[in-house]
């Protein structure tokens, strides 16, 4: 058997504990007995935690998006299709000026990633006229 280098040592130390399940058990017990034990993995946070302090990025996001085709609903109708490169302009609570949401670009993003998207966003959507949500 090869003897192992420091760079092998390295790697195996930095190995993450999703990869060490991935090996055999012998091997798992090989890297038992040379001293090379898994990081623990960091607990996970709960979703509880993030809305005590506001919502995410992408939560965020997702308003400001929301905001955008509400405006655009209320002007142009339920029946006209946002082309892809229209920008709307939307007022947002702490800035001055109003801020340009890409509301096309938005709409195929959510579209396409709209199994990522919760019961109450898919809901609002709908209302809006979005028939794939």
């Known amino acids: 058997m090869p003897l192992l280098t420091s760079r092998h040592c390295r790697a195996l130390t930095a190995m993450k504990p999703t990869h060490r399940t991935q090996l055999l058990p ?13 990081d623990q993995a960091p607990a996970p946070t709960p979703a509880t935690a993030r809305t005590a302090e506001g919502p995410s990025k ?20 339920a029946h006209r299709q946002v082309p892809r490169g229209h920008a709307e302009a939307i007022a947002v609570d702490g800035q001055d000026e109003p801020v340009a949401v890409k509301l096309g670009v938005w709409i195929s993003n959510t579209k396409t990633r709209r199994h990522k998207l919760t019961a109450e966003q898919l809901a609002a959507l709908r209302e809006l006229g979005m028939q794939w949500a």
């Open 26 to 38: 012998g091997q798992q017990e090989r890297l038992s007995k040379l001293g090379v034990q898994p």
């Open 58 to 77: 992408a939560q965020q996001a997702f308003q400001r998006g929301l905001a955008a085709l509400t405006q655009w609903v209320e002007r142009e109708g």
